[in-house]
């Protein structure tokens, strides 16, 4: 079984909620087996960032996101993993193999910042720009620090999903492995052979087969030539087209 230790930021769960959700769903996989086991954490900069998206700038996916991670830690706390409101009407059963950490604030207190430095090294001039970082980002890079770098588990390998460029950036000048939400459901649905995944093979598969030349561009990836009166189109859902 493949284990994926997530931290999630902020832009992690505004703008990949949709995804998260359907990771918790106990039905992801089509042949029953659990082939998967994941771990989210869940850090104070990412609970703050979203209550201050939520009350200054109104944001929906900000407040649909802090209730999904409530129900989530109540669920999973409990074990009350059954019939858990992930969508906004549907109830579905709560996968078992998922832990959910919030973290505790006197984590924060026991990473000090110059710790957090000396990770970088990059030098001087990364570090005086991390030291003129906002408070908000310092917290988020010390939550990542420990869980990376300090602490005791080998075993487990975290690894932040985050959407936001500086945040990535800072990120990589101090060691934190990350990746974005697109990248962390491909893997995810790969393992758990979900319908994602599965129309997306299908899609890729009748695009091979179709096309009319192959090539590499600048940066080493395959881009497949087709003939116009032969162009293939995503699949899409049964149903009527809505028009206004």
Not at 62 to 69: G, H, N, Q, S, V
Not at 167 to 172: D, P
């Amino acid at each position: 079984m493949n284990q994926y230790n997530f931290i999630l930021d902020a832009s992690a769960f505004e703008k990949g909620l949709g995804n998260v959700k359907r990771w918790c769903q106990s039905n992801g996989n089509v042949d029953g087996k659990k082939n998967v086991y994941l771990r989210f954490y869940v850090p104070t900069f990412t609970l703050q960032e979203l209550n201050f998206l939520q009350y200054r700038h109104k944001s929906f996916s900000a407040k649909e996101a802090l209730k999904f991670i409530d129900k989530l830690e109540t669920a999973t706390s409990e074990g009350q993993r059954n019939h858990v409101v992930i969508g906004r009407k549907k109830e579905e059963d709560l996968r078992s193999d998922l832990e959910l950490f919030i973290e505790f604030p006197d984590i924060l207190d026991a990473v000090t910042w110059p710790t957090v430095l000396s990770y970088c090294t990059e030098g001087q001039a990364t570090i005086d720009s991390l030291n003129k970082l906002p408070k908000r980002f310092k917290i988020l890079l010390k939550s990542c620090v420990y869980k990376c770098h300090l602490e005791d588990d080998d075993r487990i390998r975290w690894i932040l999903v985050t959407e936001d460029p500086q945040v990535r950036k800072i990120a990589s000048q101090c060691h934190i492995p990350w990746c974005s939400i697109v990248d962390a459901d491909s893997i995810i649905s790969k393992d758990m052979n979900d319908r994602s995944f599965r129309d997306s093979e299908k899609f890729n598969s009748m695009m091979l087969k179709r096309g009319v030349a192959k090539s590499e561009n600048m940066d080493g990836k395959e881009v497949i030539k087709t003939n116009f009166d032969q162009t293939v189109y995503a699949t899409r859902g049964s149903g009527k087209l809505w028009t206004p």
